[in-house]
């Protein structure tokens, strides 16, 4: 079973839409286990203050360090071989080569949920072992990122997707998108379905769906196009 441990000031939010379609379907097929750790029961003050100002000045404040490290202790005596993800836009890019790596980790992950301008680097020195962002642009929250990171996460974890679709190839495989699809009818609205995927001529369907692929990789990502042509080339 995979782990995955959430550390947050926000615990309401979980499962959330985790607990919906193939990934609700998962976890009650025991396929996968989640823990909610709420952050701020280590807050010692009547109010339950969870934040304090930054050190040489500047606008927000951070998450208390001594709440923060104390939250990833209780997640470690449960998971103790368990790798602790920082979820934060100065991290480096999750991509779907990430989640494979993540969905591979035996000990299965805790996930570290930043807020306000963030939190002590002490605690990403001494805790951290990877910060991970999901995009360039900025959130309200490691929160709402929580929900994409697990999602993909997940759908490499043995048995969430079933056999026949693990095999199924999918884009950013080959660092192509994928190619598009159609279902009936044949005509629709006057666009008809391309003759070649109704020829049942397999290899001349496959060359087909790669001339797709690289156009449209070509037409939306000419970024990762050109990681595709040099890894061709190799
Ligand atoms: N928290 C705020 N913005 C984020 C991002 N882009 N990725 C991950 N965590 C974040």
Known sequence: ????????????????????????????????????????????????????????????????????????????????????????????????????????????????????????????????????SIGDYVLTGGEVAVFPLVDAILRNVEGVLGNSATLHEESFDNDLLEYPHYTRPVEFEGLEVPGVLKSGNHAKIAQWRLEKAIEKTKKVRPDLYKKYLENKEK
């Open 1 to 132: 079973m995979y782990k995955v441990a959430i550390l947050t000031l926000f615990p309401d939010m979980f499962p959330g839409i985790l607990e919906h379609s193939i990934t609700g379907r998962a976890k009650a097929n025991g396929l996968w286990d989640l823990k909610v750790f709420d952050i701020r029961q280590f807050a010692k003050d009547r109010h339950k203050t969870a934040d304090d100002s930054v050190y040489g000045g500047g606008a927000g404040m951070l998450m208390k360090p001594e709440l923060v490290a104390e939250t990833i202790k209780l997640a470690k005596q449960e998971m103790p071989d368990a790798k602790v993800i920082y979820l934060t836009p100065t991290g480096t890019p999750f991509s779907q080569k990430k989640s494979i790596e993540f969905a591979n980790l035996e000990g299965g992950v805790i996930l570290l949920c930043g807020h306000y301008e963030g939190i002590d680097q002490r605690v990403i020195d001494l805790y951290v072992d990877y910060e991970v």
